[in-house]
């Protein structure tokens, strides 16, 4: 009985001899191939960190190209953008940044930038089947500049809040163009009310607020915020010197409902009778020309019928203009290129900090640009024109009330083109 009890105990033992020898040489392969997956996982996460600093070399690049820089510029940029990540380590290789990118689908493309980073992580697992003692990681990026967009809107003002604000229940559609406020304020454009406005895209150097069920984008899927200053396109337009005091011009423009005037250009000041407040009421037609409003004010009463072609319309000295929503205007600018102020239908004094009333009815039509960067603008009725037109309206501030219809079809008109910042997308 003892002797066969020895024999099963000598029979387990070897059974676990065996299973210890077969743990032991399974061991370092279980162990190994962990080893080698954990590391494969490791390279993996590495490159992907890597891409997003690549994508923020290439986006950075990309807005030297918007800022007007030379390529000299967009690849320090790039570079010191790809080093101060903190993603690369001290064995990566010098970023390759190149605009245009040498190939790709943007390959000669001069709006794109191309950055290429290779990084190089020492091998632990797989250092005993290769040869070299790091394993290279390459990521590439593509970014380019979205060419300018035209706009048909723009608040120059640089901290309003509402700096483009559109209430009530008006309704505004722009054709072919933006809307665009310089504000760093989070409602640098704001919604409210029962608005709606229909437009290609909104952009802001701050935020935008409101638009959610009041925006309809009809070329770019989402608001642009945060996007640079917007270059105002009349800034080093002079304006005219006022002339000597027409009395007769005035008196012409102090008209009853009754009166029907053909006037010719001139200055208008708040000196000699009819005060500082001139009262359009009749029938009044603006020869061509330009026609100053210093320190008087211009007011169109709703009886008021006004037509003028080639005409540019001064504030100065503190003037302003209201014009009632019940007046029939037909205003067009200057298109002759030779005309210093071809394009521009009114030009308020950038010192003057005052408030413009622009009320209008399905008659009303403005042709050109309404400039008027130290004032406020209050944009209410509609403004009747239509597809194919060419309205422009830049001021420190602007308020929508009424119903209206913009469109940026200028190039016959000669109006200064008003583009929107670019936009720097990453395509690759």
């Given at each position: 009985?003892?002797?066969?009890t020895r024999r099963r105990?000598?029979?387990?033992?070897?059974?676990?001899?065996?299973?210890?020898?077969?743990?032991?040489?399974?061991?370092?392969?279980?162990v190994g191939f962990l080893g080698l997956g954990g590391e494969v996982v490791y390279w993996q996460f590495t490159q992907r960190t890597l891409q997003s600093a690549a994508d923020?070399?290439?986006?950075?690049?990309?807005?030297q190209?918007?800022?007007?820089?030379?390529?000299?510029?967009?690849?320090?940029?790039?570079?010191?953008?790809?080093?101060?990540?903190g993603i690369m380590s001290a064995r990566a290789d010098t970023p390759i940044v190149t605009t245009p990118p040498s190939r790709g689908p943007f390959s000669g493309d001069t709006k794109a930038v191309e950055v290429v980073l290779v990084d190089r992580l020492p091998r632990l697992f797989t250092g005993a089947f290769f040869s070299d003692s790091t394993k290279s990681i390459s990521v590439r990026a593509v970014a380019r500049t979205a060419g300018a967009r035209p706009a048909c809107v723009l608040a120059l003002h640089r901290s309003m809040n509402g700096a483009v604000s559109f209430g009530g229940s008006s309704t505004l559609e722009l054709e072919g163009c933006d809307v665009a406020s310089n504000s760093l304020a989070s409602n640098s454009i704001d919604f409210y009310g029962a608005t709606h406005v229909t437009t290609e895209c909104v952009s802001a150097v701050g935020g935008i607020e409101g638009n959610d069920g009041r925006l309809t984008l009809t070329d770019c899927r989402d608001p642009f915020e945060g996007t640079r200053v917007f270059a105002d396109p009349y800034a080093d337009l002079p304006l005219p010197s006022p002339g000597i005091c027409d009395s007769t011009l005035k008196s012409d423009l102090n008209n009853s409902p009754s009166t029907t005037v053909t006037v010719a250009p001139g200055t208008v000041c708040a000196s000699g009778s009819g005060g500082s407040t001139v009262s359009i009421k009749g029938d009044t037609t603006f020869s061509p020309g330009i026609y100053i409003f210093n320190?008087?004010?211009?007011?169109?009463?709703?009886?008021?019928?006004?037509?003028?072609?080639?005409?540019?319309f001064v504030f100065t000295g503190g003037s302003t203009i209201h014009m009632n929503g019940g007046a029939d205007i037909q205003l067009t600018a200057p298109t002759d290129s030779a005309n210093l102020y071809h394009g521009v239908l009114f030009f308020g004094d950038k010192i003057d900090n005052v408030d413009h009333v622009l009320n209008g009815n399905s008659a009303t039509s403005f042709t050109g640009a309404l400039y008027f960067p130290g004032s406020n603008v209050s944009f209410s009725g509609t403004n009747a024109a239509t597809s194919g037109a060419c309205t422009i309206l830049v001021a420190e501030t602007i308020l929508f009330t009424g119903n209206s219809f913009f469109g940026s079809d200028c190039l016959a008109l000669g109006v200064e083109p008003l583009d929107t910042a670019q936009v720097v997308l990453i395509v690759e």
């Amino acid at each position: 009985m003892a002797r066969h009890t020895r024999r099963r105990r000598s029979a387990f033992g070897g059974e676990d001899g065996s299973i210890a020898i077969l743990f032991a040489l399974i061991v370092p392969v279980v162990v190994g191939f962990l080893g080698l997956g954990g590391e494969v996982v490791y390279w993996q996460f590495t490159q992907r960190t890597l891409q997003s600093a690549a994508d923020a070399a290439a986006f950075s690049g990309a807005a030297q190209l918007a800022q007007g820089h030379d390529e000299d510029h967009v690849r320090i940029a790039a570079g010191n953008a790809a080093r101060l990540s903190g993603i690369m380590s001290a064995r990566a290789d010098t970023p390759i940044v190149t605009t245009p990118p040498s190939r790709g689908p943007f390959s000669g493309d001069t709006k794109a930038v191309e950055v290429v980073l290779v990084d190089r992580l020492p091998r632990l697992f797989t250092g005993a089947f290769f040869s070299d003692s790091t394993k290279s990681i390459s990521v590439r990026a593509v970014a380019r500049t979205a060419g300018a967009r035209p706009a048909c809107v723009l608040a120059l003002h640089r901290s309003m809040n509402g700096a483009v604000s559109f209430g009530g229940s008006s309704t505004l559609e722009l054709e072919g163009c933006d809307v665009a406020s310089n504000s760093l304020a989070s409602n640098s454009i704001d919604f409210y009310g029962a608005t709606h406005v229909t437009t290609e895209c909104v952009s802001a150097v701050g935020g935008i607020e409101g638009n959610d069920g009041r925006l309809t984008l009809t070329d770019c899927r989402d608001p642009f915020e945060g996007t640079r200053v917007f270059a105002d396109p009349y800034a080093d337009l002079p304006l005219p010197s006022p002339g000597i005091c027409d009395s007769t011009l005035k008196s012409d423009l102090n008209n009853s409902p009754s009166t029907t005037v053909t006037v010719a250009p001139g200055t208008v000041c708040a000196s000699g009778s009819g005060g500082s407040t001139v009262s359009i009421k009749g029938d009044t037609t603006f020869s061509p020309g330009i026609y100053i409003f210093n320190g008087v004010d211009l007011s169109v009463n709703s009886s008021a019928i006004i037509r003028g072609t080639g005409v540019t319309f001064v504030f100065t000295g503190g003037s302003t203009i209201h014009m009632n929503g019940g007046a029939d205007i037909q205003l067009t600018a200057p298109t002759d290129s030779a005309n210093l102020y071809h394009g521009v239908l009114f030009f308020g004094d950038k010192i003057d900090n005052v408030d413009h009333v622009l009320n209008g009815n399905s008659a009303t039509s403005f042709t050109g640009a309404l400039y008027f960067p130290g004032s406020n603008v209050s944009f209410s009725g509609t403004n009747a024109a239509t597809s194919g037109a060419c309205t422009i309206l830049v001021a420190e501030t602007i308020l929508f009330t009424g119903n209206s219809f913009f469109g940026s079809d200028c190039l016959a008109l000669g109006v200064e083109p008003l583009d929107t910042a670019q936009v720097v997308l990453i395509v690759e």
